[in-house]
């Protein structure tokens, strides 16, 4: 996820995000109407575009304010890749990487994390549209059905909004905050942005806290990919990569711990696919001078970050910046002039 899953993930609260989308559309009208997004990328020389994704909804399922990991219905990521497919001659990551130089706009898709959707609904679609892809896994979640803290915690939101008293109650005294203070996805999204920047094992001891001692979460469906998905997706022309092997924010990490999470989890997807492995997207999209002189000692040719823009000759290759779709805004049908917007 930009996760920490959602790297530079907006952390607009979404009770904002329509008076937000509609100042957006309007200046994205108001410049498209003036053809000057159009000229930035041949000017800049930054002409390709890689685009990130994460999770795909079912068509017609809602967008869940009490996830922070982006997510888009079918529909729309469909919507996307046609307007991509009009606008771009879309390739693979590492092909967009060796043909940066070249001045023919490039497209590559890419999906983070290595949620179980990216095979049952995106996948059907990448096969029909004949569209090549992308996908950095976290390791340490092949096969998993409990999801990131991100989502634990957004349950707990969720069955306070549903239930109030008791689990409200609950989830305020947890959180330390007020009687007042509203559970709200504005609410939930400020605490995952807190909890962010708390170790490891602090972040753990506040879910516990949080979860109560339940975790309605341990009968969930699996909600990752596991190792036949991945062998399946591969044999389909899909490409993976690593996303580490617990997705922690690597920066955030002593110069060993970076080191195990670059090696195992490359090591574990070289196991699965019988091939080298040598893409990564940093979780969060956070990295540094160190980090990216690990992935290189690592073995990894290619790693993105969520640095929002398009790329060109003169980008490191493995600080490649990216374009994350409007998934905030995308919950029914796609403004075209917002899409343009997003893709300058
Ligand atoms: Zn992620």
Request: glycine letters at 10%; proline letters at 8%.
């Given at each position: ?57 079912e ?58 959707d ?43 909004a ?10 305020r ?16 999204r ?9 170790s ?119 600080g ?25």
């Open positions: 996820m930009p996760d920490e899953s959602t790297g530079k993930m907006p952390v607009t609260p979404v009770s904002r995000s329509t008076r937000g989308s509609r100042i957006r559309r309007g200046v994205a009208r108001a410049l498209v109407g003036m053809g000057l997004v159009a000229l930035w990328p041949v000017v800049s020389g930054c002409r390709h575009a890689i685009l990130t994704f994460h999770r795909i909804r068509p017609g399922r809602r967008l869940d304010p009490f996830d922070s990991c982006p997510s888009l219905d079918c529909h729309a990521f469909r919507a996307i890749l046609e307007h991509a497919q009009g606008r771009f001659v879309i390739v693979p990551l590492a092909e967009l990487v060796q043909r940066r130089s070249q001045s023919a706009p490039l497209a590559a898709i890419t999906f983070d994390d290595g949620w179980r990216n095979y049952d609904l995106a996948l059907p679609v990448l096969r029909e549209m004949r569209l090549p892809a992308t996908v950095f896994v976290t390791t340490g979640k092949i096969g998993a059905s409990e999801p990131f803290w991100q989502q634990v915690l957004g349950g707990r939101f969720r069955e306070a549903r239930d109030g008293g008791p689990a409200a109650g609950r989830l005294e947890a959180l330390g905050l007020a009687e007042s203070t509203a559970l709200d996805p504005r609410c939930y400020a605490t995952v942005a807190a909890w962010k920047q708390l490891h094992d602090e972040r753990d001891e506040r879910l516990r806290r949080v979860a109560g001692g339940g975790s309605p979460e341990a009968a969930a469906p699996r909600c990752f990919l596991d190792e036949e998905e991945i062998r399946e997706m591969a044999r389909c022309g899909i490409t993976f990569g690593s996303h580490t092997q617990s997705h922690t924010i690597l920066t955030r990490q002593p110069p060993e711990a970076v080191e195990a999470e670059l090696c195992e989890s490359k090591r574990r997807l070289e196991s699965i696919l019988g091939v080298a492995i040598d893409m990564l997207a940093y979780p969060n999209g956070d990295c540094s001078p160190q980090v990216i002189g690990a992935a290189r000692r690592a073995g990894y040719r290619i790693a993105c970050t969520t640095c929002r823009g398009r790329t060109g000759p003169g980008d490191d290759p493995l490649l910046p990216r374009i994350e779709p409007p998934w905030e805004t995308a919950g029914g049908s796609l403004d075209p002039s917002l899409l343009r917007w997003v893709m300058r």
